[in-house]
């Protein structure tokens, strides 16, 4: 009998790694999203793209989904351009593809691809040099170097476009603020959303997931040395 309770449903793809090594028999397929976003940051609206995944397959025959938000694009300063958030959704999509092929979950190593966007969206193709993400710099302290980060947690409304439908969201973003090499950089992740009409049954969960995500993150810092100081939504 397995001694440990997995969850009555998986939020994330640690979950379903860990229904699997547990003895379930998990199945997995994803589809790929990327929808205009309306974002409010403070007093500076602006549209981005994000890049999401949606997850789905059978636990023990029993139905789930879930989706994961990869980056977040725009053609602004206010984050990634969408050439460069493609890249960032993609190292990370395939991270997790390797997390859930290690744990013997099959998968179709589908990508997000920059045709997909210059066909949904005008004024994408511009290209830009590989951004560095959070784990390049992790990469970087691993190496020697001095690398310290200032995490700052944030619930960020925002309206999603789909389907000629309009959704209030909430995004739970992290934003990293990265000394390292002599130099400060930024960079963001969103660990979750939820819809705001669904806040009440939502909410809770997904900053245990967010939660969740940044527990696993800092533990990479701290066995890089990474100099921080923890903040939890």
Known sequence: MNTLSPPIRPNRVTDLVTLKTQGASVTCRTDFEILPVD??????????????????????????????????????????????????????????????????????????????????????????????????????AKEGNSVSVTPTIEFVPAVEHFARQKQQMAFLMVHFAITCLGGKHHYERCLACYPMDRENEEKTEKMEVANSRLRLLYNEFDAAHVKYQPVYF
Not at 41 to 57: E, V
Not at 74 to 86: D, F, G
Not at 112 to 138: C, R, S
């Open 39 to 140: 974002f409010q940051h403070r007093d500076n609206p602006f549209q981005a793209f994000i890049f999401l995944c949606r997850y789905s397959g059978e636990v023990d025959e029993k139905d789930y989904g879930f989706r994961k938000c990869y980056a977040r694009g725009c053609p602004n300063n206010l984050c990634p351009h969408v050439s460069q958030a493609v890249m960032i959704a993609n190292r990370y999509l395939q991270k997790d593809y390797r997390k859930l092929e290690q744990a013997g979950i099959a998968m179709d190593n589908k990508l997000f691809t920059l045709e997909e966007m210059t066909v949904k969206f005008e004024g994408v193709q511009e290209t830009h040099a590989p951004p560095l993400a959070i784990h390049d710099y992790i990469t970087l």
